[in-house]
Each structure stands twice: as C-alpha cells, then as structure tokens.
C-alpha cells in the first residue's frame, strides 16, 4: 500500500492550491488529510468516504477545503481555497478501512499515512 502525497508548494493568503494522494494497493473506506504546523499537534483537516463520498471536516477549514476522491484514478484531492497564513503546515494523506466513522477525526485511527507535502502560506 502506497499513498503518494503531491501540490503543495507556497501560496499567497487569500490563495489556492489543491493538494492530490494517489493510493495503490487497494481502495479504501475512509480516506483523509491531517496537517501539522512546527510545534504544534497534529491536526485533523477532512475526511471522505469511499462508499457514499460523504465528507467531513473542521470548523477551521468549513467554506475554505473540500475534500474530493476519483476511485477510477485511485486519487483523493484537498481543494483549498481562501488560504491563511495558519493554513502553513505539512499535510499528510491518509488512509484505512476499519475505522468507524466516529473516529475519522483521529489520527491514529489510520494505519496508512503518507509522506506529507508542505504547504506554506505567506501574508
């Protein structure tokens, strides 16, 4: 199982960038993004269903991120669009098929992470 994390890069506050995960080995139930920011916690970005495509996600990024998955292309993207100089973190894309969805905002309810793309976002 390979999860292939790719787009980051540096963008302007107010700005866009669309990060994409291409996953091989196997489709998955739950797939989703987490970031963390230099000195801080891990945290949960959005989630999305393989079954029915439903999403989910943080206050902090509602109206701001939305999660998308192409199964025919083995690939979930993160849409970001209004981007803050908070947004600035390492973005992980991960992945598993047992956890039920009252766990999709915990990070070690995944078993598959990849490697993290670094978006950074100047003011």
């Known amino acids: 199982v390979q999860l292939q994390a790719s787009g980051g890069g540096l963008a302007q506050a107010g700005g866009s960038l669309r990060l994409s995960c291409a996953f091989s080995?196997?489709?998955?139930?739950?797939m989703a993004w987490f970031r963390q920011a230099p000195g801080k916690e891990r945290e949960f970005v959005a989630a999305?269903?393989?079954?029915?495509?439903?999403?989910y996600g943080p206050d902090s990024v509602k109206g701001r991120f939305t999660i998308s998955r192409d199964n025919a292309k083995n690939t979930v993207y993160l849409q970001m669009d209004s981007l803050k100089p908070e947004d600035t973190a390492v973005y992980y894309c991960?992945?598993?098929?047992?956890?039920?969805?009252?766990?999709?905002?915990?990070?070690?309810?995944?078993?598959?992470w990849g490697q993290g793309t670094q978006v950074t976002v100047s003011s």
């Open positions: 991960v992945a598993d098929n047992n956890l039920i969805s009252s766990s999709v905002r915990s990070a070690s309810a995944y078993d598959y």
């Open positions: 080995g196997r489709t998955f139930a739950f």
């Open positions: 999305i269903s393989g079954r029915f495509g439903k999403t």
